[in-house]
């Protein structure tokens, strides 16, 4: 991973953000990623659900030890938890895990079990958004692997905006690509992926509000099945 950039202040840094915005709209992943190292060093993290490890792979390439920040709820399949070992076993990247401020069992003394049943918008706050915005403090940018195609909230992904709640860089470089791209560049270069993948889930998240996709259902829609809610609050 190259040196720390430079410090920047807000206002910087989301003048970058919009000039990449429209000069990279059209640049490969490799280019995206290749500035964001370039531009930020070791203020620069991929951060990654360990439903594939596309991005984070994509990364390395560019920018060998990159930070790969990893959240995990507690709630995780086991399979998502041996996907993040093999990352961290395999690629040339640094596996960051994040963990909430409770653990499951602190979280149920206080609030009752199985509140991703009750109110999944507090479950997936406390869970996924506070420990992530903790994690995220060191960074001045930050990589995620959404794409456009996913679903109607991931419509209008900037490959490079502006994350005004954490004032930072937030970069989306395969934000253009659709499935048939990531199955593709998965199999020219043997990326690990998630085995729930293969087992008729299209999107991954913690086990309690994960389901199987059926036919002609988008990505997202075994998540929160049935509540109306199809984003955990981290890129709202």
Known sequence: MTTAAQERS??????????????????????????????????????????????????????PGVHVVFLDTGYHFPETIGTRDAVAAVMDVEVITLTPRQSVAEQDAEFGAKLHDRDPDLCCAMRKVAPLEEGLRPYDAWATGLRRDESPTRAGTPVVGWDERRQKVKISPIARWNQADVDAYVAEHGVLTNPLLSDGYASVGCAPCTRRVLEGEDARAGRWSGRGKSECGIHL
Do not use: I, K, N, Y
């Open 10 to 63: 807000a206002a910087q840094l989301r003048r970058l953000a919009e000039d990449a915005g429209r000069d990279l709209e059209d640049a490969p992943a490799l280019e995206v990623l290749r500035w964001a190292a370039e531009t930020f060093g070791e203020r620069f993290c991929v951060t990654s659900s360990m439903e594939d490890a596309v991005v984070a792979h994509l990364a390395s390439r560019v920018a």
